[in-house]
Structures are given as structure tokens and as C-alpha cells.
């Protein structure tokens, strides 16, 4: 039997989880793995930069998973500071040009992996090249931001974006003594919330002394005239001083290569793919993490979703895939966590624009209680609020603003989600409890008993 | 119409949890509440008992959600120390008496409801009754034991029993400043664990300074000829000095008034109820909280699981029913969180001595891993062992041991049983991701995937 040959392109989570995964299941004499990373490192968590870069975590390479010697040692042939240019699928090859020597060559495969990735989206405007303007995508982008960081004189920070990178890069530079500053286009920040979910997280950001401002478009970078930034400026003529300014107004899929090669992409531009991860219309080709949409199971639409975890499982299904075996990556329900400072941040299913946008009718419910019993040391205020679908009762989203113990909670409406369960089910369930975790009614049920009393009430 | 009389027997959780409920619905123009209870709380957080042992809850009124004054100013007719002595079934009235006047009465009702609670086990021998020897159900159990603390010159506890009570109470005296001894008859400590993980609280108990004796058959308190306990001797013959000995041996349903009156009682003496927690066989009668058996959904059986928790919910359901309303309690599926000092601990579903018990077939994973993402500060260590059914994958239970952020983990896998999940599905679920709050790989993902595939591989 001739050897198969595997080319992997992008060597981040998705990518190499494919290729150790297809590894595991073949030995070097049935599968070549070739592996294309334009950076210098493989199989890091991209998510744990803003804890790098403030400081929680003392040690870069702490990040990093597996490094690229780590995969050559697994018989990965795997080549870093490489890109790939073009993807010839007539011929089944790719064309790579090694970044150090500028040396072009061409691959061929008989099996194929996309996993390029996202890019932070930066807005076209003037300065925006300037010195001191960061990206935090890549573990590159962040050792750029550390070295600016480094360098920097000046003690201000502009935050461009209020999701979970923005706030979570604000936090790492509040730790790093900067005086932060977060300018955001929508009402309230971490629009992946409710507006008024939304606000208890502004309160408690400005509490901790992050300055944010909402409905600020910002227009323009301002540099000292040697090419650094000094400032923003904002449609509306506002200026902020800034000595470092960082991107979180969220990524874009990397695919043009994938759209040069005429593969199919959805409305967000990621790939579109079949539940085992492969490209639609293609046997040979897999494509996963940042770089492909994922079936929202809960909206019913395909969605741009980057998430480490789920490029962790779709790696894991692809190498299966490539490996002769079977396994399926269903979807998601929409579910992300995150935090600023002690506060957590969660989200799972839709919120009330998502509902409106699928055409369903829908009641909330939204309750203030704690994360232990109330009388117990260090029980913390949580909010949980919830959607339920009008007539029929069905668990939609649940979103949780809180203290320390308050975000992994939204794992049970993940899960009732997923199992279709209804608000009447929720209550019902049988959750944990004693004084150190929970109030003697968890937060969640007593959303859920809310929930059902509107539906109730709301009728038919 | 005429006034409708309802009487509570019990003034803790489920008891005035559905007289408030009931009040809630129908005012005092259509029914007339009468509660009795024996001591002088009502409405407390037993559950809290130990942690104000302890001293991390200062005040023990902040125990007490809702005072018997309270109570009284939203219209239920509350008689604190008030023992009923009787059930009259045939003439529909309950026989009481004042505890503190020794007078006895009779009151009749329309409808009865039945929250008697739970008595702690003791073990029928020489010298359980001398003073120092406490167990700890009521807040007045509470109190008598927190005034011999107070009082007792020594430093040396015994716990007898490794229960949840029992390493609950084993932190408080720790906290307390005592030596603690806890002895056990059981493998390990946490027989509500499969042994493996058990042995793990054990080691991590030992680590705190706890000595735990296992095998332990506890046969006399031996006192210091002035009726006051001095130590605890085995039936092996061994003493263990003690200037308290505090009973975690567990509870039985305090069913002796309905057992007298002829209503039907499970196999753990607890009553036996519809999913509306109408006593069986009776309209007009209702039971809830620790005197009841509730289905387990897993196992497909009653058991006795005496919970603050379920004990809420049932008052709720109960005060629904006799307002007019419906609600119903489906059942549990055996969740309990808990801790020892920094050590939680957490089970639902089934161990494997309850599979081997329902007669199935089963494969077991167990995976360590951590709170958090490795490299973040603070993550802790984390062990699940989850359980699904051979043949067809069916989750059936999962038990984990960690860190703090452990426990409340588990609750995961209480939706997913509740749903009838396969591990398949569990693998698939979108769980929250975010390195202060999970590794990429979440740990109960991790569990189910090494179940899948020792489902996988046991075969047909």
C-alpha cells in the first residue's frame, strides 16, 4: 500500500490536534504529515494571552501545548515560519514559500486540513499602522504587545472593543498599572449579552476603575509625528490619549486561500462543512477551528464561532476522520465565559436579538441572587436572566453576570439547550447543593421558576 | 364558602415552604394555616450547621431564613414547641402538646401536610447518652453542641461516621482548633463514593490533619464517672480519647406519627408520595422534605435522600397543591456537593455498587485533570470517574473530587442523566471555555471521551 499524504495548513489548535489525532491512528509508514505554520509557534492557547500579557501567567511558553520540536519528535513534518500561498486542487498540492529564505515549493496531498485561523479585524483608518497599535490574535501578535508594553514610557491604554478580548485585554493591562480606557461602538459592553446583562458588567468595570465609552466609533489613529501613537480620535471628535492601543473588535475567518481555491464559505466567510468536519462537496479536504462556521443548534443557522475548545474537538473529529475512524462535531449552543477582574461573564443559547431575529416569541426572566447560600463568607451577587419561548415553554439562552463561582454555572441551561428542555424541565432539575455552593435554591431554578410563571402568565 | 383549615406538622424547609406557598395563593379568608414544630426555629438552613460550628458563619440566626415571628405576621398560626403526638386520620384532627406547658390539644384540619424531617442515626450502645455526645440535625442539636464546645475544657473530637455530616463537622472542629479523629465503618470516608474516589478524600483529610480510622465499629462512649464523655472505644478494642463525639452516621426519616397512623412508608421508613407529594392513597394529605423517599430517575427505585434542597422544592410543590394549584417534584438523580476545608466533593447518579445493585452492565473512565487551564494561577487538580452503561453508552453516573470549582461541575452530568444522555452525546456538549474557569478540553468532556471509548471497545 502506497503512503498516504496528509498536508495540514496552520499549526494551531485545530491543525495539529488533526494531525496528532490522524497520528495516533496511523504510524509514519501508512501517513505522511506535513504541516504549514506561518508563525514560529504551534499549539497554543491563544486564550490565555491576555492573562500572559497581564501578568497571571509569568511564562510565555507556559501557552504553549506542544512546540513544533515536540511534533517533529511525533514524525510530523512540520515546517513554522511557513505560509501557504495557493491551493491547487486540480492537482491536489499547495504552494508554501518559506518566510525566512523566501523559497517557494509545492506539496502534494492525497488528504488536506484547513485550519488558518481568524484574523482580529482592524478597521480601515487612518494610523492605524502606526507603532503601538496590537492585534492580539496569534502568540506572534502577543509577543509584539509584550515588547511594546516593555518598551512603552506612558502608563494610558486604549481598549478598541468591548467583547471578550477587549475586556479581557483590559483587565491584563489594569493588572500591567495601565490606565485603561475601552471604547465601544454598541450600547453597553459584551454585546454577545443582553444590553441589560450588558450593564451590570459597565458598572462593575468602571468600578474597578476601566474607564469605558460606549457608542464611541473610533476614526482615527494619532501618531507623535515619529510614527508612533500617541492618541484615538473618535467619529465624534473626541481624542484619547493612548501610549499602547489594542484591537478586540473580534477576528474575521481566515480563508482566502480557501476562497481563491473556490470552497464553499457561508455568510460570515468560514468554511462551510458536513458534522465530520469535512469540506461541503469534498471527501478529502476537512477544515476546523476559527477558520470554519459552526451549526448553531438553538438558532438553526450556521455561525462564525472562534472558540479554542471547539478547534480542540474539531481537530480531534478531523484527525479521527483522517485516520479511518468516525466521529462528528454536532454544533454548539452558543456557549462562552468569560471574566474581568472577579467578575464572570457568561452566555449560552440566544439572546433576546437572536430570538427576534429567528422570529420566535419569547419571555425573560431575570433574578439577583448569589453564588452560596446567603449567610455563607465570600457568597457573591450573580444575575441570572433566561428565555423561554412563549408558547411552548422551551429553554432559549440564559445569561449570568457575576461574582467568583458564577460562570461555569451556565454549563446546566448548555446542556437543558441541548436536550431541548423546557423551563417547567429546568426547574425540576437536580442540581447540587449545600451552603458553600449554592443557595438552598440555585440561582439557575430560580430563573427557570421565574421563566415558567411568564410563560404561564403570558398564555397562549 | 367556608374557611378551609390546613395543618403543617414541622416547621422547617418543606413545611413552611408550603405554608407560605399556600398562603401566597389563598389568603386567610379562604384558609386557615396551623403549623406545629417541636422546637424554636423554623425555617433555618440545617445544612449550615456545621459551617457555623466552625466559625465561618458568625451569627447562627442568619441561619434562620424566616423567623417564627415572621411567619406569624403573614398570617400562619405557628405554635414553636409544640410536639404533635397523634394523627387522626378517621377524624381528620392532630393531638399536640405544648412542650413547655405539657398541655395537649386537639385541631382539626381539611388538609394535612407531613414535614416531620429526619432523626440523626444513634447507635444503640453503652454510653451514647452521656454529655459531649451530640448529633446534629436541628438548629437546637446545633446549639446544644456549639454550648458543650464552648464549655469544654479539652481539645480532642471524635466524629463518628464519614458521611456528608461527618466531614462537614470534621473541617468544623478542625477550624475550632480540635484534634479530630474521624472513625468509620466503610472502606473509605464518603461511602456515598465509589472506594477509588473515596480513597482520594481520605488521603486529602490526612493531608489536612484529619486522622480518619477506617473499619472503625464504634461499640461504647466511655465517660469520666461524672456522665461526660471521655473517649470512644471500637468494638476492636481500641479508645480514642474525645471531649466531644459528634454523630455523622446519617439520618432516618422521622416517620413514627405516620407509621402509627397507618400511611404507607418505604424501605427506608420514608413516605411514600405521588409526583404532587400527595401522600399515596391520599387526596387531602401531603408529605415533603427529609421524612419522605423520593424516585430516584436513575435507578428507578425510592430512596431516602434527606436535602435542604429537595426539601424546598417539595414545600413548593406541596403549598401549590393545597392553594389550588399543580406543580410537581418528578424526582433526583442523586446530586451532593460538599466539602472538607478546600476539598469538594461531588456525586450524581449511580456508584458502582448501585449499577452492579440495578443489575447492569457498565464501564467506568476516571481522568485527573484541572480546575483551570494548567498554566493559569490557581487552577487545582480534579478527578471525575463517570460511569456509562456497556452496551449502550447511557451515562449513569459521575463522582468528582478536586479543588475549589470542582464541585458544582457535576451538575453537568445531574442534565444529562436527567435527559437520558449517551457519553456520545456528552463528548458533543458545548460547554463553557475560558482559561480561568477550564482546560480546552473540558474534565467531564474528557471523562465521557474516554468512556466512549471504553464503551467502544468492550463491544457487543
Known amino acids: 500500500m502506497a503512503v498516504e499524504r496528509l498536508v495540514v495548513v496552520g499549526g494551531d489548535a485545530a491543525g495539529m490536534s488533526a494531525a496528532s489525532q490522524a497520528r495516533r491512528l496511523k504510524g509514519p509508514a501508512e501517513l505522511e504529515i506535513t504541516a504549514f505554520e506561518r508563525g514560529r509557534f504551534t499549539s497554543y492557547s491563544a486564550c490565555g494571552i491576555p492573562y500572559w500579557i497581564g501578568g497571571g501567567v509569568t511564562d510565555r511558553d507556559d501557552l504553549i501545548a506542544r512546540t513544533p520540536e515536540e511534533h517533529r519528535a511525533r514524525g510530523i513534518d512540520l515546517r513554522t515560519r511557513t505560509e501557504v500561498l495557493e491551493l491547487d486542487l486540480a492537482g491536489n498540492r499547495v504552494r508554501a514559500r518559506d518566510l525566512d529564505s523566501g523559497a517557494e515549493s509545492w506539496t502534494g496531498f492525497d488528504k488536506l486540513v484547513l485550519a488558518t485561523g481568524a484574523r482580529p479585524v482592524r478597521p480601515r483608518m487612518p494610523g492605524i499602522g502606526a507603532h503601538g497599535v496590537h492585534g492580539v490574535q496569534t502568540l506572534d501578535d502577543g509577543q509584539r504587545l509584550m515588547d511594546t508594553l516593555e518598551r512603552a514610557g506612558g502608563r494610558r491604554a486604549v481598549v478598541v472593543g468591548a467583547g471578550y478580548i477587549g475586556v479581557e485585554m483590559a483587565e491584563a493591562l489594569l493588572h500591567r498599572g495601565f490606565e485603561v480606557t475601552v471604547l465601544h461602538r454598541d450600547e453597553q459592553p459584551m454585546s454577545t449579552l443582553d444590553p441589560d446583562m450588558g450593564g451590570l458588567v459597565n458598572t462593575a468595570m468602571n468600578r474597578m476603575g476601566i474607564r469605558t465609552v460606549a457608542g464611541a466609533e473610533v476614526a482615527e489613529v494619532l ?28 477576528v474575521e475567518p481566515r480563508t482566502g486561500l480557501a476562497r481563491a481555491a473556490g470552497l464553499p464559505l457561508g455568510t460570515s466567510g468560514g468554511l462551510l462543512t458536513d458534522l465530520s468536519m469535512r469540506v461541503r462537496g469534498y471527501g478529502h479536504i476537512w477544515a476546523g477551528g476559527d477558520c470554519v462556521e459552526v451549526l448553531d443548534l438553538v438558532a438553526g443557522r450556521h455561525r462564525h464561532v472562534p472558540l479554542g475548545t471547539h478547534a480542540n474537538k474539531h481537530g480531534q473529529v478531523i484527525g479521527s476522520g483522517v485516520g479511518g475512524g468516525y466521529a462528528t462535531f454536532p454544533g454548539v449552543v452558543g456557549t462562552a465565559v468569560s471574566k474581568v477582574c472577579d467578575l464572570e461573564i457568561a452566555r449560552t443559547g440566544l439572546r433576546e436579538s437572536d430570538a427576534r431575529e429567528a422570529g420566535l416569541q419569547f419571555v425573560t426572566a431575570t433574578v439577583a441572587s448569589t453564588t452560596a447560600a446567603g449567610y455563607y463568607p465570600g457568597a457573591a451577587r450573580m444575575t441570572v436572566k433566561m428565555l423561554a419561548e412563549r408558547r411552548t415553554g422551551r429553554l432559549l439562552g440564559v445569561q449570568i453576570v457575576g461574582g467568583a463561582g458564577s460562570a461555569k454555572r451556565v454549563d446546566v441551561a448548555a446542556v437543558a439547550l441541548t436536550a431541548g428542555m423546557t423551563v417547567e424541565q429546568v426547574v425540576a432539575l437536580d442540581l447540587g447543593y449545600a451552603p458553600p455552593f449554592s443557595p438552598v435554591w440555585d440561582p439557575v431554578l430560580v430563573a427557570a421558576r421565574k421563566a415558567v410563571a411568564a410563560v404561564r402568565s403570558a398564555g397562549v
Chains 1, 2 share one sequence.
Do not use: K, N, P, Q
Not at 515619529?226 to 492601543?245: C, L, P
Open 223 to 250: 501618531d507623535d509625528g515619529a510614527g508612533r501613537a500617541r492618541a484615538v480620535r473618535t467619529a465624534s471628535g473626541d481624542e484619547y490619549a493612548a501610549d499602547v492601543v489594542v484591537l478586540g473588535i473580534g
